[in-house]
């Protein structure tokens, strides 16, 4: 008999809770008493991590982990996320906007008691920086510091050449190539985290992904939370570090993430108490929780794009008129309407309309004719000859009724046929990694509330690219935006990026997200946030 993966893994927990039950002493009552007196929370996300190394990871279920882990120079406000102090207490800015000055805090510590130096971000940002880590958010660090591309490209060997110092052990200064205002919001980012170098290097890591120092027995972090257990496929189980420098101020004892990628899996387990917290609200439930349970719900727009990447070196998506066809062929108003049914907005363009004060002026326009014209000049009249074409997504319900409309408005509108893949989260990354995929299911919520955000993701490249596209002019206009003088200066430059996006369509824009999800109404502090991320070091259950 096959059993799924989510009903395996419960199956699993349930039978090793029975055998503890069965086997050994009986816990004293005082035992069980400060069980019970313990504030646990239990999550719902999504799918086992591809890694909890902050340097390596790409994915939200993994930042999830992450923010519990770890903490940067700044953090996010829990409302709002706009950067607070983290590690570093106080800083200042020169007045040419170049030179920022972080002052650390005296007690920041590592989990393994060892204090958290200015030389740890330093070495940090030159495993960041280092060629063979391949970091796919490397970018976000060499975009804006003097002498950090020219480090990853190996044009200079000296780091110490790199605007990243250590002034002593309670000061960091960094030195950027441009002034850049919305600096701060960006190192609220994993990419500017700190790792534990010596562990790290003890288990071969510092220029390599996947060794061993991010298990359990191994791991050392400088977060809010420790690493406590992780139960692969299951669960990761954090709980509140005592050598945290704020320790006092976290709220939950523990932090339980588990891996369900259903979404009825999860919400079942919702309802049956397993979990306080889900990370995605099947879409048919929804008029039921609006209806009977409107103190559990919670649907809110996040600043991110649904949307599929092409891999332009894989044909027939080797043709921008082919492209463009499948784009214009796409019924999204339908779709948001009787597909997603969660408030998302229909995409036309690329970049979020109103990220700070930014609208996109290019949009994809055409009609069926249009599409069905492209597709003929592309070779393939009335779909005839349409060569095979195979689309990866991910394993949740929600990507496979979005895919499998698509699928057939396709085929309806084009005459072709499509084939739909489901792979299991670690795969489908992977695929997208190597370029082994010819369309994919894809999604971006941006890092900060800025479009640069998403904006520079298309730069030749970049690590988080992974279409194969690439545009000299693209990469022109995106230098020129980081020496603009004032964001008007600077939007008039994306505006015509926007406009080549739409143009080439690399990537083909379906909507915009909104998240739906049911919350324990004991659980407070966990805020709706336009990036749908949540500092937990703020959130807290009630017993």
Partial sequence: MFISRETKGLAFLLAGALLLAGCGKHPSASTADNAASKKILNFGNLTEPQDIDPQVITGIPEFNIILALFEGLVSYDPKDLHPVPGVAKSWEISSDGLIYTFHLREDAKWSNSEPVTAQDFVQSYQRMLTPTLAAQYAYMIF????????????????????????????????????????????????????????????????????????????????????????????????????????????????????????????????????????????????????????????????????????????????????????????????????????????????????????????????????????????????????????LIYNTLESNRAVAEAIQQMWKKNLNIDVTLKNEEWKVYLDAQETGSFQMARAGWLSDYVDPNSLLDLWATGNGNNETNWGSLEYDRLLAASYTAKTDTERYAIYQKMDAILVDELPIIPIYYYAVPRIVNPKVKGFYPTLLDLHPWKSVDIER
């Fill in 143 to 390: 975009n804006y510091v003097a002498g950090a591309k020219d480090y990853y490209d190996g044009k200079l060997k000296d780091f110490s050449k790199v605007g990243i110092k250590a002034l002593d052990d309670r000061t960091l200064q960094i030195t950027l190539q441009n002034p850049t205002p919305y600096l701060l919001k960006a190192m609220c980012h994993c990419a500017w985290f700190p790792v534990p170098v010596a562990t790290v290097a003890k288990f071969g890591g510092l220029g390599r992904k996947g060794t061993e120092w991010t298990r359990p027995e191994n791991f050392v972090g400088n977060g809010p939370f420790r690493l406590k257990a992780w139960l692969p496929n299951q669960k990761i189980i954090v709980e509140r570090s005592p050598t945290y420098w704020d320790h006092a101020n976290v709220k939950l004892d523990e932090l339980d993430f588990y891996a369900v990628e259903s979404s009825d899996t999860e919400e079942h387990m919702f309802r049956t108490g397993q979990l306080d917290i889900i990370n995605e609200l099947p879409r048919q439930k929804i008029p039921f929780y609006r209806h009977d349970h409107p103190e559990q719900l919670s649907v809110s727009p996040l600043l991110g794009l649904y949307f599929y990447r092409c891999n332009v070196k894989r044909p027939p998506l080797d043709n921008v008129n082919v492209r463009r066809a499948l784009a214009l062929a796409i019924d999204r108003e339908s779709l948001v309407k009787d597909v997603t049914k969660a408030g998302e907005h229909p995409a036309y363009a690329i970049s979020c309309p109103g990220t700070a004060g930014y609208f996109p002026q290019a949009r994809l326009t055409g009609t069926l004719d249009d599409a069905r014209r492209l597709l003929a000049e592309a070779g393939y009249p009335d779909g005839r000859g349409f060569p095979s074409l195979e």
